[in-house]
């Protein structure tokens, strides 16, 4: 199948009608019907103003970013999008085109065949 990792890049305080935006930001697509997404907190990193943010100092404690990824088709993509576009918050994201499908689609999860 061919479609989009969709990467949306919020700070970790970020907020949306009271909640943390990326958690908001997973409800939101999983009332869409995307079929799945995760949320991972960067360690450290820096943007666009050269600053390095990193995990161990207490004092920029909510200055992070959380990655919010979906694989998703080129509609879910849009409608994510246009979603974040109506809060008008200000969120970085990168659209990159993937191919995706499951391997072994009919094995069992354990992986011993258990």
């Known amino acids: 199948m061919h479609g989009s990792l969709l990467r ?4 970790e305080n970020q907020r949306c009608h009271g909640r943390l935006f990326w958690e908001w930001l997973l409800e939101q697509a999983n009332q ?13 990193g ?6 390095l943010h990193e ?16 694989i998703v088709n080129d509609d879910e993509a849009q409608q994510l999008i246009d979603l974040v576009q109506n809060e008008k918050a ?5 659209q990159v085109p993937a191919r995706f499908g499951v391997i072994n689609a009919d094995a069992k999860d354990a ?3 258990s």
Do not use: C, K, N, W
Not at 32 to 44: E, N, V
Not at 55 to 70: I, K, Q, R
């Open 8 to 11: 949306f890049y919020v700070h």
């Open 32 to 44: 869409l019907g995307i079929r799945g997404g995760s949320a991972f907190r960067a360690m450290a």
């Open 111 to 113: 992986p011993d065949g």
């Open 55 to 70: 995990d161990h100092f207490f004092e920029l404690a909510g200055t992070l970013t959380v990655e919010v990824e979906f």
């Open 90 to 94: 200000r969120v970085f994201y990168a």
């Open 46 to 51: 820096f943007g666009r103003r050269h600053q």
